[in-house]
């Protein structure tokens, strides 16, 4: 929809879209701007140009236009008292991870809060009416802006004030811009003439409705949205729900009434000042007044920020001198505590840095701090920083508190594995560089296993240009997973299964045939559960055929059979096969438990990310940001178990949606979001409450025993944890019991082996002499009833073996000892030790043999390499394939 085209269609009509009962009141007179004619309403007759263009733009910088001054957090008491006077029920912020929307990682604005997907329409639920919201909002836009602008932020607070006009509860438009100027002027005591409203127009999701900017001195301080109409201009028609979106920025609420240089400077607490003082900023305020109220006006005049930076440097006469002492490091500082105050947001809310969706802005977030920190030559302490920040922010945000020491861990593991990982990645990136360009799958593997982004490798050279497929193949390889698309069938007209097992869940029952398609069947009712929320099908009988799948297509249950099908109209019997149910059902509660579990040891970050149940396997992803320890898997078992063991109630409650996130808050989305109004709220004690449509076990001692497998860290950020329950725990744990105990057989065997060759190596060493004595008075193997010297080949004085009664100690010693004796002997020992096979070469000065060139020849042979020299020398390899060469080969360059 064309917005320009709306705004034409309103401004021409003022009368029915802008003017309220207060313009009338107080005198407001319509301008339209000298300059760019936009529409205006203001208490000075004499003023021509917008806020946008006018000369007052920012002048409040150095010069506040209200009494009283308020920092951030002392600006929402004033908001929330104020609406609060008025009727409005004050509702604590919602999470920054929108898990009710699967549309949106970030909650971007207030009214977000409030809208729930249902099909291809909006709905919005609000928990009271009206109502006003301090909502922290997190956009990653514009993050090259945060610290040089003085007023753009990665996460800021929008004023959400809310209402739907209905019967006797709420308003619309006059009683809205009404409170919204007695809130500048009586509540914040800014002076009447001060406050403008812009005529403009809101559109989006296919509804759009006139809205009213109000500005004080050029800072657009908040947005009136009346969204009252749907459909295409012309031929739209009014909605059911009209609502009023007002969002205001609490931190330009706070500047306005504090006037200093950025809005920075009051929305971070003691946090600015801590790091001003450790960098020695020389912080000049007539300086910084005078930059950036030159900065805020060129920010309308230039595209490029470096351009906008340039400009007012030159305007504010600063000398780089100044830029060098006293701008860079502001906009470091402002930067650093700026993105550290969303990071804490973030975490509290659930989300870890990773290289996946909304996880990669964290992750990105992190390390410009880090950057920051380095390029400024810091030495901080985050711990600290975070402590200030959350000490300063407790008051509107006491949950924050609860999660200092989680966001303290995340934030110190992510910066250590950055730190850790900087080394691996430029090897990583070397390696490409040599190899040539990598294909595009290449760098998905790369990102996915490595972490390694393509951004990355561009700045290490290694790659010329991020492929412009890239990002698009990603994110149709994530999609393809949620994608298991069903067929579809023509289900329209065929009336909604009574889904039995919701109610009374019986294993056997009778149902008519309502409709057959080739394979599959569609019942009037059923207790075949079907596949869905990762919980596998049931399988079983209908009609004495085999069902062997069963989707949900809409809200009709549709059965696959093999071999067969009954005919449309008969009542058939059918048979639910108890025992598989059973154990999905164990399977299927264990994730439950298995999730608190992992929380209770691990931390508040962790979620369900997704999860598998079958009869015989079960697994659920979590997200955490390493791997797990044996000991931690320990603890999650053991703590599994022990809610198995105390026999706790799972109980099942259907609430209202709006209800049920009120009383239970987004835990409840661990399964993603949910596109119904009636959720059902299934609840292992205060343990464990999820919304959830799979089946359940009574009683968690139902499922006797739960036995983790296997855990894997399978993705950047993701953990996955398979598991068995109930009986398929116990044959687990038979299964495990068999196997240690066969391991512990074989190994007392070759425990006995070990022993029995380390005392024929002893025995063979206390032989040394006299085996020395036979070869040297000339008895040979041909002999052949001599065990010992058979061992040892010997012909004219040359001596070779290939015994493994032999070790280390008895080559060397047997060697030496018997070339100091015959100068005309030579002894070769081929043997093994550990995974190499060494030799070991001893030649006498007058055996005519080389001992370094064997040895060298042979180690060759091996895979390996050798040296020495003509008297004595050594070396192997590990190419054991080889060994029968090597041994015939040394045996000849011996023997002869
Ligand atoms: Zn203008
Ligand atoms: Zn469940």
Known sequence: ????????????????????????????????????????????????????????????????????????????????????????????????????????????????????????????????????????????????????????????????????????????????????????????????????????????????????????????????????????????????????????????FAWITMGTPTAYDCCFGPINEKLFNKIGIDSDSEILRRYFTEIAKALEKFEDLNEVRRHAIKKAGLTDDKITKMITPLEGVYLIADHLRTLIFAITDGALPSNVGGGYNLRMMLRRINATISKLNLKLDIDDLIDTHIDYLKDTYPELDE????????????????????????????????????????????????????????????ISEIPSSFYSKLSDLHQSENKKAVTELPVDQLPETDALFYKDDPMEFDAKVIKIFDDKVVLDKTSFYARGGGQEPDHGTIAGFNVINVDKHANVIVHQLKDGVPKEGDTVKCVVNATRRANITKNHTSTHIINASARGVLGSWIWQHSAFKDDDHARLDITHHSSLTDEQVKQIEDAANSMVKQNLQVSIEYFDRGVAEQKYGFRIYQGGVVPVKAVRIVSIQDKDIEACGGTHVKKTGDIELIKITKTKRIQDGVVRIEFVSGPTAFEYIKQQEIELKQKEQEDAQKEILAKRREENKQKAREKIPMLLEKILDGESSADGDNSEIDEIITRNKMCFTASQQYDEYFHQNFGKKLVAKDPKTAFCGIFESGPTIRIMVHAGEQSGVNAGVIAKEISLILGGSGGGDAKFAQGGGKDTSKKDTAIAKAKSMILG
């Open 403 to 462: 999660k200092r020491e989680d966001v303290k861990k995340i934030l110190k593991i992510e910066s250590l594995r950055y730190e850790e990982s900087k080394v691996h990645m430029k090897k990583k990136a070397e390696k490409i560089r040599e190899k040539g360009v990598p294909s595009v799958d290449d760098l998905i593997t790369l990102y996915e296993s490595d972490g390694i982004t393509p951004e990355y490798l561009k700045e290490a050279n290694a």
């Open 1 to 252: 929809m064309d917005k320009k085209e709306i705004l034409k269609e309103f401004s021409s009509n003022p009368d029915r879209y802008y003017k309220v009962n207060l313009f009338e009141e107080q005198g407001f007179v319509r301008k339209s701007c000298s300059k760019c004619s936009r529409f205006f309403w203001t208490l000075n007759a004499e003023r021509d140009l917008c806020p946008d263009d006018a000369d007052d733009t920012y002048s409040f910088i150095g010069e506040p236009p209200t009494t009283k001054r308020f920092d951030y957090t002392q600006a929402w008491k004033q908001v929330e008292e104020f609406f609060v006077k008025n009727g409005h029920t004050s509702v604590s912020r919602y999470p920054v991870v929108c898990r009710w929307r699967d549309d949106l990682y970030f909650t971007i604005a207030s009214v977000v809060d409030f809208q729930r997907v249902m099909g291809s329409k909006v709905v919005f639920e609000f928990p009271a009416n009206p109502l006003v919201v301090p909502q922290t909002c997190l956009r990653f836009k514009d993050l090259e802006n945060v610290g040089v602008t003085g007023r753009h932020f990665s996460s800021f607070c929008m004023i959400g004030q809310h209402s739907i006009p209905e019967g006797d509860k709420g308003y619309w438009k006059d009683k809205c811009v009404d409170l919204d100027y007695r809130l500048l002027t009586d509540q914040f005591g800014i002076k009447r003439e001060e406050v403008v409203f812009v005529e403009d127009v809101w559109a989006g999701g296919g509804s759009f409705g006139p809205s009213l900017e109000y500005f004080v001195r050029g800072l657009e301080l908040g947005n009136a949205v009346f969204t009252e109409f749907q459909g295409e201009l012309g031929k739209h028609t009014t909605l059911d729900q009209r609502v009023i979106d007002m969002g205001a920025g609490l931190e330009r």
